[in-house]
Nanobody, 124 residues
């Protein structure tokens, strides 16, 4: 079993930055596809970004492209989301997810392991 733990959420003013971290345990980290999802109140959970096992391939949702780079440090078994130029509409609970599938996966059901989530709130 894989266990995931997010950290780094908080309250920030519009235009500011936050860095989210996801620490993994339970199996070899570099065997996992990793991703960030988010869910705002009253909305469906949506994919933010995904990254391959070695970090060589990434995917970004259009609204996050150029603002929210995803990266990982396999030596530390940790994956990150650097959130820049934050907007009030970015306010949501952000979730770390993992799967043992090969290749990037873009759907919720393709992910087997989930963190508890971390709240990000952006003030106007």
């Amino acid at each position: 079993q894989v266990q995931l733990a997010e950290s780094g959420g908080g309250l920030v003013q519009a235009g500011g930055s936050l860095r989210l971290s996801c620490a993994a345990s339970g199996r070899t980290f570099d065997s996992l596809i990793m991703a960030w999802f988010r869910q705002a109140p009253g909305k469906e959970r949506e994919l933010v970004a995904a990254i391959s096992q070695n970090g060589g391939s990434t995917y970004y949702a259009d609204s996050m492209k150029g603002r929210f780079p995803i990266f990982r440090d396999n030596a530390k078994s940790t994956m990150y989301l650097q959130m820049n130029s934050l907007k009030p509409e970015d306010t949501a609970v952000y979730y770390c997810a993992a799967t043992m599938w090969r290749g990037l996966r873009l759907q919720e059901y393709e992910y087997d392991y989930w963190g508890q989530g971390t709240q990000v709130t952006v003030s106007a």
